[in-house]
Nanobody, 123 residues
Framework: QLQLVESGGGLVQPGGSLRLSCAASGLRWFRYDIGWFRQAPGKEREGILSNSGLNDSTYYADSVKDRFAIYRDDDENTVYLQMNSLKPEDTAVYYC????????????????WGQGTRVTVSS
C-alpha cells in the first residue's frame, strides 16, 4: 500500500529557504512522475511542480519558477523540494504525490494524499 510522508516544513522568514522531504513506501519513486502541491489558507490545493520519472524533465508553476527545485534520492526512495527566496504567499500546506500527468494544472495523485507539511513564511 502506497504511503507518503512529507516533512521539513516550519516557520521561515521571507527570503529564506526550506527543504521539504517526501518519503514513500509501497512504491519506488524512480518509476513514477512526481508532483508537488500546496494548499494555502482559504484556497484550493494547487499543483506547483511536476517531475518526470522517465527523463527528469521538470515543470513549474509561474509562482515558483526559478525559486523551487525538485531532487530525487533513489537510494533513499525520497523526493525533496528545495524552496528558496520564500515569500509570504508561499505559506501553505505542501503535499507530494505520484501523479498521473506532468500537466501541473490537471495532475492528480495516483494514491491517497499524505498528511502534508506546513510552511509558514513570515517575519
Amino acid at each position: 500500500q502506497l504511503q507518503l510522508v512529507e516533512s521539513g516544513g516550519g516557520l521561515v522568514q521571507p527570503g529564506g529557504s526550506l527543504r521539504l522531504s517526501c518519503a514513500a513506501s509501497g512504491l519506488r519513486w524512480f518509476r513514477y512522475d512526481i508532483g508537488w502541491f500546496r494548499q494555502a489558507p482559504g484556497k484550493e490545493r494547487e499543483g506547483i511542480l511536476s517531475n518526470s520519472g522517465l527523463n527528469d524533465s521538470t515543470y513549474y508553476a509561474d509562482s515558483v519558477k526559478d525559486r523551487f527545485a525538485i531532487y530525487r534520492d533513489d537510494d533513499e526512495n525520497t523526493v525533496y523540494l528545495q524552496m528558496n527566496s520564500l515569500k509570504p504567499e508561499d505559506t501553505a500546506v505542501y503535499y507530494c504525490a505520484a501523479v498521473d500527468s506532468l500537466d501541473i494544472a490537471s495532475m492528480r495523485p495516483l494514491g491517497s494524499w499524505g498528511q502534508g507539511t506546513r510552511v509558514t513564511v513570515s517575519s
